[in-house]
């Protein structure tokens, strides 16, 4: 069948690219990989950047690595790296070299539960020349667990709001409902809140619903 062989055909330019770039990457113990040299930019011997990429192995299989997302996306923070592995690129960068600050956050809600999930983009930016800045994205609930596990703290000049737990995002959304009515006025003595049994209560709780 001549389409058969016009459509093997056609697949051979890129087929020996691939090679040709394979045998390029691999030529010199794979030195001239694009992740080779990021890993020889954190030694002083280029050349060693074997030892470098064998101790971020070691740091993959333990157990108390951050990970967050799926096999495209995936972030994993180590004791000393940060690692994105994209779809066709993976980025790194060493931990000590590192400043990480809060760029944005979006919401989105599930069209089942309603409920609102927030992602926060971070930017990882590293002061070694040889490293691209790059950004992570992760679940607000997960926020809390890479802050543990990062050396340096997460700048938010922005102060992006960060919902972090259920408890703080409901009361996110009990803050913004009560925005929404109009000022309660009493002359009787305000009672301990119900919450913390502290402070003075400050919000009226009306039942608007019939007995069921």
Not at 6 to 17: F, K, W
Not at 43 to 49: D, K, Y
Not at 121 to 147: E, K, M, P, Q
Not at 149 to 160: T, Y
Request: some cysteine.
């Amino acid at each position: 069948d001549l389409s058969f062989f016009a459509r093997i055909l056609s697949l051979l330019p890129l087929l020996l690219t691939t090679l040709l770039t394979l045998y390029w990457y691999s030529w010199g113990s794979w030195r001239r990989h694009p992740f080779s040299r990021l890993l020889a930019a954190h030694t002083n011997n280029p050349r060693e950047w074997s030892a470098v990429a064998n101790a971020l192995a070691t740091e993959f299989r333990r157990v108390d690595k951050f990970v967050h997302g799926k096999t495209w996306g995936k972030v994993v923070v180590t004791d000393n790296w940060i690692v994105r592995c994209g779809l066709y690129h993976v980025s790194a960068a060493y931990q000590p070299d590192v400043h990480m600050s809060v760029q944005a956050s979006q919401e989105y809600s599930d069209p089942e539960t309603h409920l609102m999930t927030q992602f926060i983009n971070i930017n990882v930016s590293s002061i070694n020349v040889a490293c691209s800045d790059f950004s992570i994205r992760l679940i607000s609930t997960d926020y809390s667990d890479l802050v543990t596990k990062v050396s340096a703290p997460i700048l938010n000049v922005r102060n992006v709001v960060i919902q972090e737990t259920l408890t703080e995002r409901f009361e996110e959304a009990f803050k913004e409902e009560v925005s929404r009515n109009g000022v309660y006025v009493s002359e009787r003595e305000r009672e301990e809140c119900i919450g913390c049994l502290h402070a003075l209560s400050d919000v009226k709780l009306s039942k608007l619903c019939e007995e069921g």
